[in-house]
């Protein structure tokens, strides 16, 4: 009778996890393959990151060339956020310094996997760095295209106001650089506290949810934090409010 029970016990055992794979079977396999890991980009990743740019940059998104992607990544200020099964790129961004380091922009954010909020991330990460690590006078700023109205509320939502007058130094570096017209956008510095905690949490949660159909996908920041450790220490502290 013992060993009749056994083998009833681990048939329904069996059948239970048969019926629990054929569950698992039938979901997309998007949605189970799908584990982000946020790094910063290095020299080797300037290839990949200029053809994500080309293949899924927005017509009314400021364009970014090789030389300052290039330099974002010479500065360890250029990111990227992939799927750890093939190593696509579903995100990237970058800080852009100018004027000798006194603003900084945050440029370059494409998203390809919409709905994640990937985008708040890059700008938590990007604010963090540019306005936690640093001791120096930093002002953090954005160009939004006239017509990109979608990205600009985006962009309020995120800290940033409208820049009425940006120094002239700025817009003729810009301009020397290809970059003219846009409305500027400035990062109101007292709600940097925002993005370090925004930060710390999905560090702590490590996941981000499809805001319209509820599907989770794992996000990983170990690299990014390993990688840097003033990084880390800058995300754990205090956050000053710079003035």
């Given at each position: 009778?013992r ?6 016990r681990?048939k329904s055992?069996?059948?239970k ?9 039938k979901?997309p396999?998007?949605v189970l393959?799908?584990h ?7 020299r080797?990743?300037?290839a990949?990151?200029?053809e994500?740019?080309?293949q899924h940059?927005?017509?009314?998104q400021v ?6 992607i290039?330099r974002a990544?010479e ?11 093939d190593?696509?790129i ?9 004027c000798?380091g006194?603003?900084v922009?945050l ?6 996997w ?5 985008q708040r991330?890059?700008t938590?990460i990007r ?5 936690v690590?640093?001791?120096?006078d930093?002002?953090v700023f954005?160009?939004?295209?006239p017509g990109a109205?979608g990205?600009r509320e ?13 120094p002239q130094e ?5 301009a020397?650089?290809g970059h ?6 400035i990062?109101?510095?007292?709600r940097?506290?925002?993005?370090r ?7 702590r949660r490590?996941?981000v ?6 599907t989770a996908?794992?996000?990983?920041l170990?690299v990014l934090l ?8 800058a995300?754990?502290?205090?956050a000053?409010?710079?003035?």
């Amino acid at each position: 009778d013992r060993c009749r029970q056994y083998a009833l016990r681990k048939k329904s055992a069996r059948g239970k996890f048969t019926a629990m794979c054929d569950v698992v079977n039938k979901l997309p396999q998007e949605v189970l393959a799908r584990h982000l890991r946020v790094r910063f980009a290095g020299r080797r990743d300037v290839a990949r990151v200029e053809e994500f740019y080309k293949q899924h940059q927005a017509t009314n998104q400021v364009a970014r060339d090789l030389g300052a992607i290039i330099r974002a990544s010479e500065l360890q200020r250029l990111y990227v956020i992939e799927e750890t099964r093939d190593n696509q790129i579903v995100a990237a961004g970058a800080c852009c310094a100018h004027c000798d380091g006194r603003y900084v922009e945050l440029g370059g954010a494409v998203v390809r996997w919409k709905g994640y909020g990937l985008q708040r991330v890059l700008t938590h990460i990007r604010t963090v760095q540019s306005l936690v690590m640093t001791s120096a006078d930093v002002q953090v700023f954005c160009i939004v295209e006239p017509g990109a109205t979608g990205l600009r509320e985006r962009m309020r939502v995120l800290g940033f106001d409208p820049w009425q007058e940006p120094p002239q130094e700025l817009i003729e570096e810009l301009a020397g650089e290809g970059h003219s017209g846009g409305d500027y956008m400035i990062f109101a510095a007292d709600r940097v506290e925002e993005h370090r905690l925004g930060l710390l949490e999905l560090s702590r949660r490590r996941s981000v949810t499809h805001i319209g159909d509820g599907t989770a996908a794992s996000l990983s920041l170990d690299v990014l934090l390993n990688t840097d450790a003033h990084f880390k220490k800058a995300l754990e502290s205090a956050a000053p409010i710079p003035t």
